[in-house]
């Protein structure tokens, strides 16, 4: 059973701090991983994706991925209130027959919240 | 780009009839969509994968011939919910994978629509 594991929160953080988000795997095959956020009542948004081991930036958002520690994060510098949403990470899983269907693995999500 | 549509946003029925969601991706084609659910305070379930010309495969649990999946065309999927129940209030998601730039498998989801049956 592949499992993707998150800090159900909720994270509350002072309005300018770094948000820090976890999010640990059980499938070692797995081959991208995905920060989606998602807002009350919304359907949830792409935030950025990472398949290489090590940082990759955009803007305030840093996902960071670690394969050996099966071990993926999302660092948002300079928070703010508009911040504040359940953020959702996801993992691409492979089919049984090996090849990759495009599956997304959802994480139960965290909650953040900016505090002003 | 990347952008997902679904309509209606928001639906209420009575106990015994269909439903049908529809799913469309505005700017690029889509061969693969997907359909989940989100109960209050809980995570997405997926419920299946459709990919154009074929069949939907379902994920474990989810009734096939309650919930009807249809992609006929690269830009459109449905989802129909038949005799629906009001355990079937749920949210109900889409979602499309582009497959000009999704190298990573990366979705593009849908605003949702929101299923009341009474």
């Known amino acids: 059973q592949k499992e993707v594991e998150q800090n159900s929160g909720p994270l509350s953080v002072p309005e300018g701090a770094i948000a820090s988000l976890n999010c640990t795997y059980s499938?070692?095959?797995?081959?991208?991983f995905f920060w989606y956020r998602q807002y009350s009542g919304k359907s949830p948004e792409l935030i950025m994706f990472i398949y290489s081991n090590g940082d990759k930036e955009d803007g305030r958002f840093t996902a960071q991925l670690n394969k050996a520690s099966q071990y993926v994060s999302l660092l948002i510098r300079d928070s703010q209130p508009s911040d504040s949403a359940t953020y959702l990470c996801a993992v691409n899983a492979w089919g049984s027959d090996g090849g990759s269907n495009y599956k997304l693995t959802f994480g139960k999500g965290t909650l953040l919240t900016v505090n002003p | 780009g990347a952008v997902v549509s679904q309509h209606p946003s928001r639906v209420i029925c009575k106990s015994g009839t269909s439903v049908k969601i529809e799913c469309r991706s505005l700017?690029?084609?889509?061969?693969?969509m997907f359909w989940y659910r989100q109960f209050p305070k809980q995570s997405l379930m997926l419920m299946a994968t459709?990919?154009?010309?074929?069949?939907?495969?379902?994920e474990q649990g989810v009734e096939k011939d309650k919930f009807l999946i249809n992609h006929a065309s690269l830009t459109l999927s449905t989802l129909t919910v038949t005799s629906a129940h009001p355990e079937d209030s749920s949210f109900y998601i889409c979602?499309?994978?582009?497959?000009?730039?999704?190298?990573?498998?990366?979705?593009?989801f849908g605003p949702g629509t929101r299923l009341t049956v009474t």
């Open positions: 499938d070692r095959g797995s081959q991208s």
């Open positions: 459709s990919n154009e010309g074929s069949k939907a495969t379902y």
């Open positions: 700017d690029f084609q889509a061969t693969t």
């Open positions: 979602s499309a994978r582009d497959h000009r730039v999704g190298l990573a498998g990366e979705q593009y």
